[in-house]
């Protein structure tokens, strides 16, 4: 590749690279901050994600059935929040802290619940749920009445594409002036 070429292409990475990141600026600065917040969010004092208890048994076999767990877990949101949903998204066993994590759907709030007694150990608000979603995209695809995942995964296509593209023009930008100043070394006269 000549000197015109590589300058030529350097010119076409420089106005690839300026215009994607104006295109993509705002989505770019979301996926940053909040990736930095999930990043912390185990080491964020419960503040980003409520911290895991600990219950008084890490004995399967002394725990309580897991349909009387769910029932004490809901109990505890409605006692708390009448208005809230009390339909379960999912359970999150974790017999090596003796605890169970109850999810709902519809809000970010966790009840976690000894297993071997039924205590109602934590209730609070998972803030990493809505971080996620916001990182992901799929934060827009209730609002806009999209199903399947789709929003999310041509969203993530996209980003992951731009970020390639970033990738590959920024080394470009950085290393096609190195090439360019290498060349015009070697093609100067000799004294």
């Known amino acids: 590749m000549n000197t015109k070429q590589q300058a030529s292409l350097l010119r076409t990475f420089r106005s690839l690279h300026r215009y994607t990141g104006a295109l993509l600026f705002f989505f770019f600065f979301w996926i940053a901050v909040s990736g930095l917040f999930l990043g912390w969010k185990k080491h964020s004092g419960g503040a980003i994600l409520p911290s895991t208890q600990r219950g008084t048994s890490q004995s399967l076999t002394e725990w309580m059935p897991v349909d009387e767990l769910a029932n004490r877990a809901i109990a505890a949101l409605e006692a708390a929040d009448p208005q809230a949903g009390t339909t379960i998204d999912r359970m999150d066993l974790r017999p090596g802290k003796g605890v169970v994590k109850v999810r709902f759907e519809g809000h970010h709030t ?61 080394f470009w930008l950085w290393y096609g002036p190195k090439r360019l100043r290498a060349a015009k070394r070697h093609r100067k006269p000799r004294d």
């Open 110 to 170: 966790e009840v976690q619940v000894d297993g071997a007694t039924g205590e109602v150990l934590q209730m609070a608000t998972r803030h990493s749920d809505w971080l996620e979603a916001l990182h992901d995209g799929s934060i827009v695809e209730g609002p806009l009445g999209i199903g399947g995942g789709y929003f999310k995964l041509v969203y993530t296509t996209i980003m992951a594409l731009a970020l390639l593209i970033f990738t590959i023009t920024g």
